[in-house]
């Protein structure tokens, strides 16, 4: 007859004196001595000033990729003048020829070249949210920081290539007969507003994107429709003046904040715009579209500040 021994139990993990301590107690535990869960969202405020406290990291970053972005060109950063001149000639042949757009619009060349290089900022703000998260994922996994630093730091670095291709504008501006005037000055809340807005925007097609990375495909043929109802090209106002559409959707073309945008630089900017052909209450507009979506963008980003580079 074969007895079978038991196998002897497992030596306990617990050394002889130590203290056990409920699992129940173990989370109150860590809250009273400041520990949190790895990766877990902070709240908004503390989320802030992180932010704040990255300010050098997020500028660095976005001037490195900025330096970058045509160093193996061999025109290097003069791309970023010549792509919206490029654009602009394009769409000069196509509309103020063909479709004879600049019909009713005087000084017609600064006109469009003026709304190609606004519309230009919006679009690529934008396009930049959607690579934000996707776009860096070995960073985001292997360090620790607010990730909304990503779509910051690219939206920062579009308004670089904003301010670099302005002093282009503003000497072809010259070239055209545009003289400097006082309204130039009207052009810093313009942008800012500009700004806002497309830097909300950008925050959320950053979220959008980093859960269905597909967004990126998609939003090329969404500013494409975008940039046609926003007058880049064409004149809304002599579009109301027509009476072709009904009131209510030059309305809405008025209040579209891309438009808004183009508009209020060209008043700015052209002498051949004055106060009466901006749209009833545009700068409040223009105002309000900035701070609720950077708002609103803001804080729908942070809402899934865990979730981001997992999966």
């Known amino acids: 007859m074969t007895t079978t021994l038991a196998p002897p139990p497992p030596p306990s993990p617990v050394a002889p004196g130590a203290t056990v301590v409920p699992a129940e107690n173990l989370g109150a535990l860590a809250r009273r001595h400041g520990l949190t869960v790895s990766g877990a969202r902070p709240p908004l405020g503390t989320y802030v000033r992180q932010l ?53 619009v005087p000084d017609y060349v600064p006109f469009l070249i003026t709304g190609v290089f606004v519309w230009a900022f919006t679009a690529e703000t934008v396009m930049s949210g959607t690579r934000a998260i996707s776009g860096n994922l070995g960073l985001v996994r292997a360090l620790r920081f607010p990730r909304a630093s990503l ?81 880049a090209m064409w004149s809304i106002q002599t579009l109301a003046r027509g009476g072709r559409f009904p009131e209510a959707v030059v309305l809405a073309l008025q209040c579209n904040p891309a438009a808004l945008s183009i508009d209020l630089m060209r008043f700015a900017l052209i002498d051949c715009h004055g106060a009466a052909q901006l749209p009833p209450h545009a700068w409040a507009l223009a105002a309000g579209w900035g701070v609720v979506v950077f708002t609103g963008g803001f804080l729908w980003f942070w809402q899934a500040e865990e979730t981001y580079g997992r999966g």
């Open 151 to 231: 779509p910051l730091s690219l939206a920062l670095q579009k308004f670089q290539q904003l301010l670099l291709s302005l002093a282009a504008l503003i000497l072809i501006l010259l070239c055209c007969g545009q003289r400097p005037a006082p309204s130039w000055l009207l052009a810093v809340p313009a942008l800012l507003f500009q700004a806002l807005f497309s830097t909300g925007l950008a925050l959320v097609t950053a979220r959008l994107a980093a859960r269905t990375p597909d967004i990126a495909q998609l939003m090329p043929f969404v500013l494409r429709t975008w940039m046609y109802a926003s007058g």
């Open 52 to 104: 704040w406290s990255r300010r050098s990291f997020i500028a660095a970053f976005a001037t490195a990729r900025l330096t970058a972005q045509y160093s193996q060109a061999r025109l290097g950063q003069l791309w970023q003048l010549m792509t919206p001149l490029l654009n602009a000639a394009v769409y000069y042949l196509v509309f103020g020829v063909l479709m004879n757009a600049r019909h009713g």
